[in-house]
C-alpha cells in the first residue's frame, strides 16, 4: 500500500509535490529531494574537495529546505531554490570553518552559475566576469597566482597553504593579500 501510495507521487511534477510538502506531505517531500539529491551533491562536491564535508552541507541544505518549505514562493522553480539554498549552505559551512576568500568585491563571481536559471544575458555577463578574473589571477606573480588558487580553488585555511607552499603563515597570508589587491587593481582598470 505505501509503495503504491510513493508510486503516485513520483508521477508528480515539482510543483505539485511542493504543494503537497507545504501541507505536510512527508512522502512528497521526501520524493522531491530524492530527485536533486545526487545533482545537489555533486555540485557540493565541485565547490568542495572533501567528501564528508559536502554530505554535511548537503544535510545542512536538506535541513533547511525541511523548515522553511512553507517560505517558498513557486515564482521561481524548486531546483533554483534548491541550488540557492545548497550555495548559500555552502557559503555558510566555509565562514564557519574560516575558509573564504577575502575577495569581497568579486564574491559573486564565485557563486554557483545556475545558467538554466538565468537570463542568457546574466549567464553571459557572469562568463565574461569569470574568464577576466581568471585572467588576471593568471597574470600574477606564481606566488601569488599559487596562494590564490589554494584559497578559491581548494579553500584551503592558510596554515595549509602555508605547508603546501613550504613558507611562514605570515607570508602566505601576505601573499594571498597582495594578490586579492593587484586583481582587485586589474578588474578595475
Excluded at 30 to 50: C, F, P, T
Aim: proline share 3%; charged share 25%.
Amino acid at each position: 500500500m505505501e509503495n503504491r501510495g510513493r508510486k503516485k507521487y513520483q508521477q508528480l511534477d515539482d510543483e505539485a509535490l511542493t504543494r503537497l510538502a507545504k501541507q505536510g506531505e512527508n512522502p512528497a517531500f521526501d520524493i522531491l529531494l530524492g530527485r536533486y539529491r545526487s545533482l545537489i551533491k555533486r555540485y557540493l562536491l565541485s565547490l568542495i574537495v572533501d567528501p564528508n564535508a559536502a554530505e554535511d552541507i548537503l544535510q545542512d541544505t536538506f535541513i533547511k529546505v525541511y523548515t522553511s518549505i512553507h517560505q517558498y514562493r513557486q515564482e521561481a522553480s524548486f531546483k533554483g531554490w534548491l541550488f540557492v539554498i545548497a550555495r548559500n549552505s555552502w557559503k555558510n559551512y566555509l565562514r564557519s570553518h574560516q575558509y573564504l576568500s577575502r575577495i569581497d568585491q568579486n564574491k559573486d563571481i564565485y557563486d554557483l552559475d545556475i545558467a538554466s536559471e538565468q537570463s542568457p544575458e546574466n549567464a553571459l555577463i557572469q562568463q565574461q566576469q569569470s574568464k577576466l578574473l581568471r585572467i588576471a589571477i593568471d597574470a600574477l606573480p606564481i606566488k601569488q597566482r599559487t596562494t590564490l588558487s589554494l584559497r578559491i580553488d581548494r579553500q584551503l585555511p592558510f596554515a595549509n597553504i602555508a605547508d603546501a607552499m613550504q613558507c611562514s603563515l605570515s607570508t602566505a597570508k601576505a601573499n594571498h593579500y597582495y594578490g586579492v589587491k593587484t586583481v582587485g587593481r586589474m578588474i578595475a582598470a
